[in-house]
C-alpha cells in the first residue's frame, strides 16, 4: 500500500511536468492550428539557459526567470519568422517548417554546450513532508506547487481577463477579432510567450528531477505532447491537463508498480491510437 | 469638423490581372446614409475591405477623418471608429451572445499591455453592453451560445458589434438579405435611429427598396467601377444604372 501511494504521487508529479510541456502546445494549437512541435526544442533550451543562468548567478530564481524570458523570446521569434509567414499555406507547411526548427535547435543546444549529459544539481527551495510512513521530498512538493500555481495563473488570464478573450476571439476567427479592434498578431505572439515561459519552467524542472540536461532530452516530448493534445482533444487546454495526469500515473502504475511489459513510452501512443479509433474528438474536445 | 469623415480617392484593387475596383472616388459626408449598390461582382464588398484595412489598395487614397488610413491594419482602423459587418455573418460561436457584444467592448484595452490583463467581467462592461443588446432587440438571448442563433438574430449580434466599434462609421454588408419582412422594418428603423445618434452609415445592399429607401445619396458599382451616383430619384433614373441591371439578365453583354 505505502509503495502504491509513493507510485501515485510520482504519477501525479510525472502528469504534472507532461502538463506543464503540453499546455504551450495546446495553446498554440488553439490559437493558431498549428502543430508546434519545436514547442519541445523551447523546452530543451529553457533546461540549457536555466542550468545556465543557475551557475552563473548562483540563484535558481534568477535561473528560471531568465530562462522564462529566454524562451518567451525565442517562442515570439520562431512565431514570427517562420510561422507567420507559413499561415498562408496548407497546415503541413508550417508543420514542416516546425520539425525543421526543432532539429535546428537541438543541433544548437549540441554545438553551443556540448553532446554530453550536463548535470543540473540545485535543491528545489520547498519543504519535504512525512506522513504516515511516507515521505514527500522537496522536489515532488515543488513540481506540486509549481504545475499548480502554473495552472492558476493561466486559468486566470484565459477565463478573467481582456487577454484571454481576445484569446478565444482569435482563435475562432482572425479576420472578425481584427474588425473588433483586436490586434490578432500580438495576441499570438503573447500566446507563443505564455507558452514557451511555461515550457521553460517545465525544461528546468525536469533539468532538476532528473539531474540531467542533454541535446535531445525534447524529442520524447515532442512525440508524447502531440499524443496528449490529441488524447485531451486538439485546442482544449483543460483536455491537455487531465491527458497529462492520467498518463503520468497510468505510465507509473502500470509499468512502475504492476510491472506490465509494455515500453513506458508506448502508453501515450497506445492511448492516442484509442482515442482516434474511438472518441476522435478527444477526452474534453468539442465537435 | 471638415465635411467630408470618409474620401475614397481614385482607389484601385487589382488581384493579378483581375481589376476588382478601377479608379473609385466618391466622399461620405458626417450623418449620412450612403447606399453602395451593384450587380453581383461590382466590387462592393472589395471597396469595404480597403475601407476597413483588409486589403491594401493598389492604387489611390482612403482618407478618414483627415488621415490616410490606406495601408492600416484592420485594427488600427477599427480603433479609429469604423465598425464593420460581414456579408457571410460570423459570430465567435462558443461564445454567448452578450460575450460577443464584451469582445467588442475590449476595443480600448486589447492593445495596452497594461490594460490587458484587466477582467472583461465588470458589472459596468456587462450593463453597457446590455444596453447594445437591448438596443438591437437581442437582451433576452444575452446569455444564448451566439452559434445557436437563426440568421436574423445573428445579423442583429453583428450590428450589435459593428455598433460598439463603430462610433464614427458604420459599415454594414447586406444587413438585410435573408430577413424577414417585420424583421427588415425593424433594422430600416434602427438604422435611422443610429444616424439620428450622429453616426454615419455606408451600407452595401441587394434590397432596392431599402438601399433606396434609407440612403440619402446612392454611389453605384460596376465591374469595379463606379458609374452612376446621386439622391436615390436619380439613381433610379439613370440610364446606365438601369443598363447594368437589366443587361446583366438579358443579353450577354461584352465586359
Known amino acids: 500500500m505505502q509503495l502504491f501511494i509513493e507510485q501515485l504521487l510520482n504519477g501525479v508529479a510525472m502528469g504534472s511536468i507532461y502538463a506543464l510541456i503540453t499546455l504551450g502546445l495546446a495553446l498554440v494549437y488553439g490559437i493558431l492550428r498549428i502543430l508546434h512541435i519545436a514547442h519541445a526544442a523551447i523546452y530543451t533550451v529553457g533546461a540549457y539557459v536555466g542550468l545556465f543562468l543557475f551557475k552563473l548567478s548562483g540563484s535558481l530564481i534568477i535561473g528560471v526567470a531568465g530562462s522564462m524570458v529566454f524562451c518567451a523570446l525565442l517562442g515570439v521569434g520562431i512565431e514570427r519568422f517562420v510561422y507567420y509567414p507559413l499561415l498562408k499555406y496548407p497546415p503541413y507547411v508550417p508543420l514542416i517548417g516546425s520539425i525543421a526548427v526543432m532539429l535546428a535547435i537541438e543541433e544548437l543546444c549540441r554545438l553551443v554546450a556540448g553532446p554530453q549529459i550536463l548535470t543540473f544539481q540545485a535543491v528545489l527551495p520547498f519543504p519535504q513532508f512525512q506522513i ?13 506547487c509549481i504545475t499548480a500555481l502554473v495552472l492558476l495563473l493561466l486559468w486566470y488570464i484565459t477565463s478573467k481577463t481582456e487577454l484571454g478573450l481576445a484569446m478565444r476571439a482569435v482563435s475562432q476567427d482572425i479576420p472578425i477579432a481584427d474588425a473588433m479592434g483586436i490586434n490578432s498578431h500580438l495576441i499570438v505572439s503573447l500566446t507563443f510567450a505564455i507558452g514557451s515561459a511555461i515550457a521553460a519552467v517545465a525544461g528546468s524542472l525536469v533539468g532538476i528531477y532528473y539531474n540531467q540536461v542533454y541535446p535531445t532530452m525534447g524529442t520524447v516530448p515532442a512525440y508524447k505532447t502531440l499524443a496528449l493534445i490529441v488524447v485531451g482533444g486538439l485546442g482544449s487546454v483543460p483536455g491537455a491537463v487531465v491527458a497529462s495526469l492520467l498518463l503520468g500515473v497510468a505510465e507509473t502504475l502500470l509499468i512502475g508498480y504492476a510491472n506490465i511489459p509494455l515500453p513506458r513510452d508506448a502508453l501515450a501512443f497506445i492511448a492516442m491510437i484509442a482515442v482516434l479509433m474511438w472518441r476522435s474528438e478527444g477526452l474534453l474536445g468539442s465537435r | 469638423m471638415n465635411s467630408t469623415l470618409l474620401a475614397v480617392k481614385a482607389v484601385s484593387k487589382h488581384f493579378g490581372g483581375l481589376k476588382a475596383l478601377d479608379q473609385v472616388t466618391f466622399e461620405i459626408r458626417p450623418r449620412e446614409i450612403l447606399g453602395l449598390i451593384g450587380p453581383n461582382g461590382a466590387g462592393k464588398t472589395v471597396c469595404f475591405n480597403l475601407i476597413s484595412g483588409v486589403y491594401k489598395p493598389t492604387a489611390g487614397e482612403i482618407i478618414f477623418n483627415g488621415e490616410r488610413t490606406q495601408g492600416k491594419a484592420p485594427h488600427q482602423i477599427a480603433r479609429r471608429g469604423v465598425g464593420r459587418t460581414f456579408q457571410i455573418v460570423k459570430p465567435f460561436a462558443t461564445l454567448s451572445v452578450l460575450e460577443n457584444v ?23 462592461e456587462i450593463r453597457q453592453a446590455l444596453e447594445v443588446l437591448d438596443r438591437v432587440g437581442l437582451a433576452d438571448l444575452a446569455h444564448r451560445k451566439a452559434a445557436l442563433l437563426p440568421l436574423g438574430n445573428l445579423r442583429r449580434l453583428e450590428i450589435a458589434r459593428a455598433l460598439i466599434v463603430g462610433k464614427r462609421l458604420l459599415l454594414l454588408d447586406e444587413s438585410f438579405s435573408g430577413l424577414r419582412h417585420e424583421e427588415i422594418l425593424q433594422l430600416e428603423q434602427l438604422i435611422r435611429n443610429i444616424r439620428a445618434d450622429g453616426i454615419t452609415v455606408l451600407l452595401i445592399e441587394h434590397n432596392m427598396r431599402v438601399a433606396m429607401g434609407l440612403s440619402n445619396r446612392v454611389v453605384v458599382l460596376d465591374h469595379g467601377r463606379k458609374i452612376a451616383e446621386g439622391s436615390p430619384q436619380q439613381i433610379q433614373q439613370n440610364e446606365r444604372v438601369i443598363e447594368a441591371y437589366l443587361g446583366r439578365k438579358g443579353h450577354s453583354h461584352a465586359a
Open chain 1, 132 to 144: 504516515g510512513g511516507i515521505t514527500v521530498s522537496s522536489t515532488l512538493t515543488a513540481v506540486y
Open chain 2, 102 to 124: 464584451l469582445v467588442a467592448r475590449g476595443i480600448s484595452r486589447y492593445n495596452h499591455l497594461g490594460k490587458i490583463w484587466s477582467s472583461w467581467k465588470s458589472r459596468a
